[in-house]
C-alpha cells in the first residue's frame, strides 16, 4: 500500500494514503515516545489519539470512499489507530511506574519523630496487684467479696475471737471514731469481710478479699497509716491445714512460677487456730539466698525466704459467732499485704512512692503487673 | 544460753542455729542472736598479785605498779610486769590478766607498751573490760577458790555467751522465762528437763505477814515472805548482773535484782517492799473512786474503780500486778524485804495497763498470763537469792492466801489433729505431744476420745483445737502436706468487680494516672473546696484518734487528695497531669444509731444483723479525676491543646461508655467547679456527679494553674444504670442523605438541648445529629450564637426521596424555630 498515487481518482484522497497514514502513525508513536511524564502523555493522547486529531479525522473520511477503497482505507487507519493504542497504553504503564517510584522517594519522612501527642497513663500497681492475686483464685472457683473500710467494731474484733480484753487487740492500733460508743473502727485487717460473707451465705465458701485497711502508724519508708490486705476464707467440710498449703502453693506458683511453695511456722492470730506465719520461697534467689552475682540476695536479705503473712484453720469459736456449725464444718484462712508484695515483687524501696501519686513512679506500671 | 543449758541437757553437739532453727519451727521464732565474748581472745588467764608499788604521776593520778604470778600463761614462768590504774585489790588477790597478743571486747588488741615510766606487760580486766557488766570503779577479784595463776578465764567466768531473742506469740507467755523456753527445747529434741520451778517449800503457817484479799477475783494467790537482816549495801553478784544486762534488764540493787531474775527464770513477776515502810495488814481490793497513787516512776496516779490496789494501814500502796508504789519502795537502807508473789487477773491486768499506758516486763506477764501454782516457788527463791548475796534469814512466816483455781480437762476427738491438720498423726503420738507440753491426758475408755488437763502454765489451753495446734506443732507444720481443695464451680466477678476494672483500664488508656491516696482530711480541705456551710460533703465521719489533726475525718468526696496529688506532680516537675482515683467515699448519716456489740456465743439475729448494718455508714464507689496543664503536649506538630472542662465531661464519658451507661449532660452550680462551666451527669433520673472546670478560687488554693479542670461521680449508682445486655441495632443497607442546618440561638441555650429538639423534630426517619461548627461574632448579633449541625437520614427499608428528606429537615428546623426561637442561617 506504500505506491505512489499516479492516478486523480476521488478514491485516492491524500489523508488516507497509505504513506500519509503511516506518516500520521509515526509521528504519533514518536510523540507518545517522547512523553517524558504522565501530563505529557495526556496531552500526546489527546494531539493523536483525541477526537480531533488526525488518525481521528482520516477515519472520519473513510466513509466517503467506495466500497473497496474504504475497506483498504479502514484497515489502514484501524491498524494505525490500534499501534498508537498499544504504545500509549505501554508508556502510560512504564510512567506511572516512574512516577510511583519517583512519588515513594520523594515523599520520605523522618519516622523518629516523637508522636507522644496523645497522653499515656497507667493503673496503680497495688490494684492491678491485687486483681492478679485476685484472678488466680478466680480461676479456681472462689469469689471476690468485698465490705466496707468504716466497719463495726464488733466484726472488726469481737467476731475474730478478739475480745475487748484480749492482749491482741492491742497488737492493732487502731482508728476509732467519734462517737466513741458508736462502735465503729476504721477496718484494721479485711477480716471482717470474712465474717460478712459467713453472716450472709451459707457452706461452702470460697472467697478471696482484697481491700485497704488502717492502723495508726506514723507513714515513713515502711509504714503507711493505710495499707492494703488479701484475705482468703475457705468454710467447707473436711477442710484441713493441707488445703491451705495447696491453696497457697498454687496461688504462689502462678504468680511467681514453678517451685516456689510455702513454709509454715507455728504463730498466734485470735482469729485462727492452729495458726501460722508463711513465708514463701524467695523467687529471685530461689531459696539459696545468693545473688546471681556474689554476694547476698537482696530481695530476701539473704534468707531464701520471704515472710508472706499469717494464716491458719479458722477457730471454731469464729465460725460460732458467724452462724457456722464448727461440728459441720471447718475452715482456712489467710492474709498478707499486697503493697509488701508489689514492692519486693518490683524492687521498690520507699512504701510511700504507692501512696504519693508521682506519675513518674506509676506510668511505668502501664495497665497490668 | 548458759542459763537454758542449766534446765535442759543440750548435748554440746548441738549447735545454737540448730537450736534457734528448731524453736522456731516450734512457734518462738529466732528475732536476734547476739554473741558477746566472741570478739575476745586469749591470752587471758588468772593472776596472783605479788607486788604492788602505788606511784604518784605528775597528773595527780596514782597507779599501781604490780608483778603478777600468770603461772607458765607468758611462756617463761616469770611475774608479768603490769600497770594498773585501780586500787580496789590488794597483794595476793586473784585477778584476770589479759596478756598481750589478747583482744578485748570491741577488738580492743592488748600489746606490751610503755607508760608511766614501765613497760606495762598487759592489763588487769575490771568487769565492764571483760564485757561482764557495767561496774567500771575497779578491777574484778576472782574469789579465792576461781582457780591457779595461769588458768583460762574463758570457761571460768563463761566470757564467750550467745545471747538467743526469741519472738513470743502472745498466747505463749510461758515462754516469756527459762523455764518455759527449757521446756519447748527439751521437747523440740525429746531431751531431759530440770523444772527450775521443782523446789522444795515451807509449808504455809499463820506466822506470815498478815495478808487479807478483798477480792478474790482479782487476785486468787497473794504469798508474801519475809527477808530480815539484808545488807542494804550487798552489790548484785556479777554473774546475776550480766545476766540481767543480757536479757535487757539494768541491774538497779541486790533485791530488786534478784525480783527480776527469778521473773526471768520462771516467769513469775514478784514485788518487794521495804517491810519497814508497811503498816499493818496488807491487803488486795478494788480502788476507790477518788484514790490516787503515787507509782514508783514517780508518776501519781488516779485510780479507777476497777483498779486492783495492794494496800496497808496507810491506804494503796501499789497497783496490783503493775507497778509497785514510791511510799513502799524498796531504797539503799532496806534491811527488811517483804516478797509479793501474788496471781492477779490477766483481764484486770491488761485494762489497768492499758488505762494507765503502763507497760512493764511484769504487766506484760500478769496480763498474758502467769503459772498462778509457783507462787510460793517464786517467793521461796527470790528469799534463798537474796539471803544468800545479801545475808539476813528469811523469817519463818509463810503467808499464803487463797489457792490456784484448777483446770478442767478438754475432750479431744483422737482423730482431731489429723483431721485439721492434714497430716497423718497416730493417736500414741497425739498423747506422747500433749505430755510433752505438760498436760495430764487420760483416754477415754471408749477409746475415739481422750481427755487431757493442760497445765497450769499454760492459761492460754482452752478449746480443743488449741491441743491439736500442740500436737501439730511438734509433729511439725513442714510435715502438713500440700492439697488443693475442690472448690465449686464460681460465678467469676461480680458485675460490680468486673465493671470497676473496665473503668480503670478506660481511663488508663485514655491517658488518666491512678493514684491511691489516704482518706483523710480536715475542715481546712474541705473550705479549700468552698464548700458552702451546709453542703453535705461536710458531714464528715469523724476519726477519735487522727494522725494529725490537720485531718482528722473520713472523706466524703475524693478531690482534696487528688487535687493534692495534682499539685504534688506539679510542683515535682510534671507540668501535664491527669490522675483519677477509684476510692470509696464515706457518707455518716445524721443521728445514726450507734453499731451493736453482739454477743459471739452464737450468730446475731436478723434483727440484730440489721441493726448493725444500719449503723454502718453508706460507702458508695466514688471516681474522680483531675486535669492540669495540656491534654496534648505542644511538638513538632503544632501547639499544645490545654485541658479544658471538656475534657473533664469526656472523662466521665469515657467511663460511662466502659459501664455500658447512657449519661445526659446539663449546665449545674456546684463547688468546687466554676459556675459557669460546671456541668451535672445525669443517668435516668440521678444525678451521679459533676465535672468541668474548677473555680479560679479552688485552684489558687490547690496551688494548681488556672483552668484545671475535675470530675467526681458515684460510680455505684452509674453501675447501676448500666445496660445489662445491649440492644443489637439493625442497619439500613440503603444510600444515606445528608443535610446541613445552621441555626441561630440565643446564647445561652444548651447545645445538648437543641440537638435533641433537631433530633425529635426530624422524626424517625433521622439517623443521626451531630453538631460541626459554633460560630459567635458581630454577624450573629449580641447575645445570640450559630450552631451548625450535620444531619443524616435514612430509612430502613427503602431509598429515601429528597422531597422526604426535605420534609423530615423542614420538621426538624421548624420544631426549632417554635421551641427555642430559632433562625435559620442562609
Ligand atoms: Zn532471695
Known amino acids: ?52 486529531s488526525p488518525l481521528a479525522l482520516a477515519n472520519r473520511e ?17 491498524q494505525a489507530r490500534g499501534a498508537l493504542t498499544q504504545a500509549l497504553a505501554a508508556r502510560q504503564e512504564v510512567l506511572e511506574v516512574e512516577h510511583e517510584e519517583r512519588m515513594l522517594v520523594e515523599e520520605v519522612v523522618d519516622v523518629t519523630l516523637p508522636w507522644d501527642r496523645s497522653p499515656r497513663g497507667a493503673r496503680h500497681p497495688i490494684t492491678t496487684m491485687s486483681e492478679k492475686i485476685a ?16 466497719e463495726a467494731e464488733w466484726l472488726n474484733f469481737d467476731a475474730l475471737n478478739l475480745g475487748a480484753d484480749h492482749p491482741a487487740r492491742t497488737m492493732q492500733d487502731t482508728f476509732w471514731t467519734e462517737p466513741a460508743d458508736h462502735g465503729l473502727v476504721l477496718r484494721t485487717q479485711t477480716s471482717p469481710v470474712q465474717a460478712r460473707t459467713m453472716l450472709t451465705r451459707r457452706p461452702p465458701i470460697y472467697v478471696v478479699c482484697p481491700g485497704r485497711v488502717f492502723r495508726t502508724d506514723e507513714y515513713d519508708a515502711t509504714h503507711s497509716p493505710m495499707f492494703h490486705q488479701v484475705e482468703g476464707l475457705v468454710v467447707d467440710r473436711g477442710i484441713t491445714m493441707a488445703h491451705l498449703r495447696g491453696s497457697l502453693d498454687h496461688m504462689l506458683q502462678s504468680l511467681f512460677g514453678e517451685g516456689i511453695t510455702t513454709r509454715f511456722r507455728p504463730s498466734y492470730f485470735p482469729f485462727t487456730e492452729p495458726s501460722a506465719e508463711m513465708d514463701m520461697v524467695c523467687f529471685v534467689c530461689r531459696g539459696t539466698g545468693a545473688a546471681e552475682q556474689g554476694g547476698t540476695c537482696r530481695t530476701c536479705r539473704g534468707e531464701g525466704w520471704i515472710e508472706l503473712g499469717g494464716c491458719g484453720i479458722v477457730n471454731p469459736r469464729v465460725l460460732t459467732a458467724c452462724g457456722v456449725d464448727p461440728d459441720l464444718y471447718s475452715g482456712f484462712a489467710f492474709g498478707f499485704g ?25 506510668l511505668p506500671f502501664g495497665s497490668e503487673v | 544460753m548458759s542459763w537454758l543449758r542449766e534446765h535442759v541437757a543440750l548435748p554440746e553437739s548441738l549447735s545454737t542455729d540448730e537450736l534457734t532453727d528448731r524453736l522456731t519451727a516450734l512457734g518462738l521464732k529466732l528475732e536476734a542472736l547476739e554473741r558477746p565474748g566472741h570478739d575476745m581472745s586469749g591470752p587471758l ?14 597528773n595527780g593520778k596514782t597507779i599501781n605498779w604490780c608483778s603478777v604470778d600468770v603461772g607458765a600463761a607468758n611462756g617463761t614462768g616469770d611475774p608479768q610486769g603490769i600497770v594498773c590504774g585501780a586500787h580496789n585489790f590488794s597483794v595476793g588477790d586473784l585477778v584476770v590478766c589479759v596478756l598481750p597478743g589478747g583482744v578485748l571486747p570491741g577488738g580492743f588488741e592488748i600489746s606490751a607498751r610503755k607508760t608511766y615510766g614501765h613497760v606495762s606487760a598487759g592489763m588487769i580486766c575490771s568487769t565492764q573490760e571483760l564485757g561482764l557488766g557495767e561496774d567500771h570503779s575497779g578491777i574484778l577479784v576472782l574469789p579465792e577458790d576461781a582457780g591457779e595463776p595461769g588458768d583460762d578465764v574463758f570457761g571460768l567466768l563463761d566470757l564467750r555467751e550467745e545471747v538467743v531473742e526469741l519472738e513470743i506469740n502472745p498466747d505463749r507467755a510461758y515462754a516469756l522465762s527459762i523455764r518455759g523456753v527449757a521446756r519447748e527445747a527439751a521437747l523440740g529434741f525429746d531431751l531431759d528437763y530440770a523444772d527450775p520451778a521443782a523446789r522444795a517449800v515451807p509449808p504455809a503457817n499463820g506466822d506470815g505477814w498478815p495478808v487479807e484479799i478483798e477480792d478474790a477475783e482479782g487476785c486468787p494467790v497473794f504469798v508474801a515472805r519475809t527477808v530480815s537482816g539484808v545488807d542494804a549495801t550487798a552489790p548484785t553478784p556479777d554473774w546475776m ?7 535487757g534488764m539494768r541491774p538497779i540493787s541486790l533485791a530488786v535484782d534478784v525480783t527480776n531474775y527469778v521473773m526471768l527464770e520462771l516467769g513469775r513477776p514478784l514485788h518487794g517492799y521495804d517491810a519497814d515502810e508497811l503498816t499493818g495488814t496488807v491487803g488486795v481490793r478494788r480502788a476507790r473512786d477518788g484514790e490516787k497513787l503515787t507509782t514508783l516512776d514517780g508518776t501519781v496516779r488516779a485510780l479507777d474503780p476497777e483498779d486492783l490496789v495492794v494496800t496497808d494501814d496507810s491506804g494503796a500502796i501499789g497497783l496490783g500486778g503493775v507497778m509497785g508504789g514510791e511510799a513502799t519502795e524498796m531504797s539503799q537502807t532496806t534491811t527488811r524485804v517483804l516478797i509479793e508473789s501474788a496471781h492477779w487477773d490477766p483481764v484486770s491486768m491488761f485494762r489497768t495497763g492499758r488505762r494507765h499506758k503502763l507497760t512493764s516486763e511484769a504487766g506484760r506477764r500478769n496480763e498474758r498470763g502467769v503459772d498462778p501454782t509457783i507462787c510460793e516457788v517464786a517467793a521461796q527463791r527470790a528469799a534463798e537469792l537474796l539471803v544468800e548475796h545479801g545475808g539476813g534469814t528469811i523469817e519463818d512466816g509463810v503467808t499464803v492466801v487463797g489457792t490456784a483455781p484448777p483446770r478442767e ?4 476427738p483422737v482423730d482431731l489433729p489429723a483431721a485439721i491438720s492434714g497430716m497423718s498423726i497416730p493417736a500414741d503420738t497425739t498423747l506422747a505431744h500433749l505430755a510433752a507440753v505438760g498436760c495430764d491426758v487420760e483416754v477415754d475408755p471408749r477409746g475415739d476420745s481422750l481427755w487431757a488437763t493442760p497445765p497450769p502454765w499454760r492459761p492460754d489451753l482452752t478449746d480443743p483445737y488449741d491441743l491439736v495446734e500442740e500436737v501439730a506443732r511438734i509433729v511439725g507444720y513442714d510435715e502438713v502436706p500440700s492439697v488443693l481443695p475442690d472448690a465449686p464451680s464460681g460465678r467469676g466477678l461480680t458485675r460490680g468487680q468486673a465493671l470497676r476494672r473496665r473503668v480503670g483500664r478506660a481511663l488508663a488508656g485514655a491517658g488518666y494516672v491512678e493514684t491511691v491516696s489516704f482518706p483523710f482530711v480536715g475542715a481546712a480541705d474541705l473550705e479549700r473546696l468552698g464548700l458552702d456551710g451546709d453542703d453535705e460533703r461536710r458531714r464528715t465521719l469523724r476519726l477519735a484518734n487522727p494522725l494529725s489533726a490537720e485531718a482528722p475525718d473520713v472523706t466524703t468526696t475524693l478531690l482534696p487528695g487528688l487535687l493534692s496529688a495534682t499539685a504534688r506532680n506539679l510542683g515535682r516537675g510534671t507540668s501535664d497531669v491527669a490522675l483519677f482515683e477509684l476510692a470509696t467515699v464515706t457518707l455518716p448519716e445524721n443521728g445514726a444509731p450507734p453499731a451493736p456489740l453482739l454477743p459471739v456465743d452464737t450468730a446475731p439475729s436478723a434483727a440484730q444483723w440489721e441493726e448493725l448494718q444500719r449503723a454502718v455508714p453508706a460507702q458508695p464507689q466514688h471516681l474522680a479525676v483531675t486535669l492540669a496543664g495540656a491534654r496534648e503536649p505542644a511538638g513538632w506538630w503544632g501547639p499544645a491543646r490545654p485541658a479544658t472542662w471538656a475534657d473533664a465531661i469526656e472523662a466521665v464519658r469515657v467511663v460511662a461508655d466502659a459501664v455500658g451507661a447512657e449519661v445526659e449532660v446539663r449546665a449545674a452550680a456546684r463547688a468546687p467547679w466554676h459556675p459557669g462551666r ?50 443489637a441495632p439493625r442497619i439500613s443497607s440503603y444510600p444515606v442523605a445528608k443535610d446541613d442546618v445552621a441555626l441561630v440561638v440565643d446564647a445561652d441555650l444548651p447545645a445538648a438541648e437543641l440537638a435533641a429538639t433537631l433530633r425529635e423534630g426530624a422524626g424517625e426517619l433521622c439517623e443521626s445529629v451531630r453538631l460541626f461548627d459554633l460560630y459567635t461574632g458581630e454577624q450573629i448579633g449580641e447575645g445570640r450564637k450559630s450552631l451548625a449541625f450535620a444531619l443524616r437520614f435514612r430509612a430502613l427499608d427503602r431509598t429515601l426521596t429528597d422531597a422526604e428528606t426535605a420534609e423530615a429537615r423542614a420538621a426538624a428546623v421548624a420544631l426549632a424555630v417554635q421551641r427555642h426561637g430559632a433562625e435559620q442561617r442562609a
Open chain 1, 135 to 150: 484472678d488466680v483464685f478466680v480461676a479456681m472457683g472462689w469469689e471476690v467479696a468485698e465490705g466496707p473500710v468504716v
Open chain 1, 338 to 362: 499486697i503493697d509488701r508484695m508489689v514492692m519486693f515483687r518490683h524492687g521498690a524501696e520507699d512504701l510511700r512512692d504507692l501512696f504519693e501519686a508521682d506519675v513518674r513512679f506509676t
Open chain 2, 241 to 247: 548482773a550480766r545476766r540481767l544486762l543480757l536479757a
Open chain 1, 62 to 78: 473513510i466513509g466517503a470512499l467506495p466500497p473497496q477503497a474504504r475497506k483498504e482505507a479502514g484497515q489502514r487507519v484501524g
Open chain 1, 1 to 52: 500500500m506504500s505506491g505512489p498515487n499516479t492516478d486523480f481518482d476521488p478514491v485516492e484522497v491524500t489523508p488516507l494514503s497509505a504513506a500519509e497514514v503511516e506518516r500520521m502513525r509515526d509521528e504519533a508513536l514518536a510523540a507518545v515516545e517522547a512523553a517524558v511524564d504522565l501530563p505529557a502523555l495526556k496531552a500526546v493522547r489527546t494531539a493523536h489519539a483525541g477526537d480531533r
Open chain 2, 45 to 58: 588467764v588468772v593472776g596472783r598479785v605479788l607486788t604492788m608499788e602505788p606511784e604518784a604521776q605528775k
Open chain 2, 678 to 727: 460546671c456541668a451535672e451527669i445525669v443517668v435516668g433520673e440521678h444525678v451521679v456527679g459533676h465535672a468541668g472546670e474548677l473555680h479560679p478560687r479552688v485552684c489558687a488554693s490547690y496551688d494548681l494553674p488556672p483552668r484545671s479542670a475535675a470530675a467526681e461521680i458515684d460510680l455505684d449508682v452509674l453501675a447501676a444504670h448500666a445496660r445489662e445486655v445491649v440492644p
Open chain 2, 409 to 412: 480437762p478438754i475432750s479431744l
